[in-house]
């Protein structure tokens, strides 16, 4: 599945993707493609103690 997040510039729309979504999906295992200018799964990894896949 596909979602997408619209909005207008400062409105939170990296962060409630990052904190309602994507972390929920990392933490359940689940196979997560993304990108968002300045965020690195490498770093979520370490952050949340699992591996970078």
Same mark, same amino acid.
């Given at each position: 599945?596909? *979602?997408? =997040?619209?909005? /207008?510039?400062? $409105?939170?729309? $990296? +962060?409630?993707?990052? $904190? *309602?979504? !994507?972390?929920?999906? /990392? &933490?359940?295992? &689940? &196979? /997560?493609?993304? +990108? /968002? @200018?300045? =965020?690195? !799964? @490498? &770093?979520?990894? !370490? =952050? *949340?103690?699992? @591996?970078?896949?």
């Amino acid at each position: 599945m596909i *979602e997408m =997040f619209e909005g /207008v510039p400062g $409105s939170g729309k $990296s +962060y409630y993707a990052v $904190s *309602e979504r !994507l972390l929920k999906w /990392v &933490r359940a295992g &689940r &196979r /997560v493609y993304v +990108y /968002v @200018d300045g =965020f690195y !799964l @490498d &770093r979520l990894a !370490l =952050f *949340e103690g699992t @591996d970078q896949a």
